[in-house]
């Protein structure tokens, strides 16, 4: 009788076969690649202010920590908006004069009570933001041209309201929207705690709901979110609508926090909270991303700001610099490891 002889290939003791480890490797680097993309910024902020506060003895105390916390929270609702639109491939320019708009709009209504200072930014803003929606949806406008015709019109109206910016409406420091931009809540203030509940919400929202399955659809690929019943267009209407509404609620916030309507604010904005939610780690081409990310983007480009002030000898304009740079280092990162999970 002759030996018969197997297809099994041989290998040596202790030896995995190479059909057996490469998919393993390979999932461990795309389960790495991920890790990074998604909490990379957080370790950063964590070691970012781990140095400040052994380099500078005023960084940790409490009240420099409240007033990075205060003046993020209205960037941070911004962001937020701003999270939902990026999510789903688009943009939106008008959020830096819409935040604007939506704050004289608040000092001006704040002349007829609480409750008018508060909806008529939400109406004028959260309409403004329809109209984006419905341009970029139906008719299918590039959303950068659509919210670049939106920014210079807000800002146009809010100019009108302020006879050029000449004439700055107040906000009474008796008012109950005063004390909703100005009052704190267990110490922390209460713009905070407004910001901290609409990312919960914002979380909840899109991780939870029908609403935020279509708005990671319609990022990852429009056509097939079609094809498999989404409503694209309703979508893309509604965070182009929940992004003016926030746009407006922050500036409204903002206000009641100046106790005046700044016209000069906003300037720049929209640009900030698209570095947040990019260094947060949305992807610019759209289909992932999380709130949270966007939060701690906000954060992390308000320590640097406020390292760059402790120092002292640097002006203002190297917050722009660093700010840029930092940005421009996240992408790279981003493109290279989506370029690693694909080929992975």
């Not at 399955?213 to 094809?227: F, I, M, T």
């Not at 209407?237 to 009641?256: D, E, F, I, K, P």
């Not at 016209?263 to 929209?270: A, N």
């Not at 640097?304 to 304009?317: F, H, K, T």
Request: charged residues 10%.
């Amino acid at each position: 009788m002759t030996a018969t002889k197997t297809d099994a290939p041989t290998t040596a003791p202790g030896e995995q076969p190479a059909d057996e480890t490469e998919p393993v490797g390979s999932a461990r680097s795309e389960r790495l690649s991920a890790l990074v993309q998604q909490h990379g910024a957080l370790a950063v902020l964590v070691i970012v202010s781990l140095v400040a506060s052994l380099s500078f003895d005023s960084f940790a105390t409490g009240d420099n920590v409240s007033n990075m916390a205060t003046s993020s929270a209205f960037l941070a609702i911004v962001a937020l908006g701003m999270t939902f639109v990026i999510i789903t491939g688009g943009i939106d320019l008008s959020v830096g004069s819409l935040f604007a708009l939506g704050g004289v709009l608040a000092a001006w209504g704040s002349r007829h009570g609480t409750l008018v200072a508060l909806l008529l930014p939400l109406a004028v803003c959260g309409l403004i933001g329809v109209v984006n929606g419905l341009l970029v949806a139906r008719s299918r406008l590039a959303p950068f041209i659509v919210t670049l015709a939106a920014m210079l019109g807000a800002r146009g109206v809010m100019l009108a309201l302020t006879d050029e910016g000449a004439e700055t409406y107040l906000i009474g420091k008796d008012s109950f929207l005063a004390d909703l931009g100005q009052g704190s809540t267990l110490g922390v203030g209460n713009p905070v705690w407004v910001t901290l509940a609409l990312f919960v919400a914002g979380a909840v929202v899109l991780r939870r709901t029908r609403f935020g399955q279509h708005v990671y659809a319609v990022g990852g690929n429009e056509d097939a979110a079609a094809l498999m019943g989404a409503p694209v267009a309703r979508t893309k209407v509604l965070v182009y609508t929940l992004s003016g509404l926030l746009a407006g609620l922050a500036g409204a916030l903002n206000a009641a926090w100046l106790a005046s309507g700044v016209t000069i604010l906003g300037g720049g904005m929209e640009l900030e909270a698209i570095s947040a939610v990019v260094i947060g780690g949305t992807l610019l081409t759209g289909g992932l991303g999380h709130v949270s990310g966007s939060l701690v983007g906000v954060l992390l480009l308000k320590v640097i700001q406020n390292v760059i002030n402790q120092i002292g000898s640097l002006d203002s304009s190297y917050q722009q610099v660093v700010s840029g740079a930092f940005l421009a280092v996240v992408v790279i990162a981003q493109t290279w490891l989506g370029r690693r999970r694909r080929l992975g």
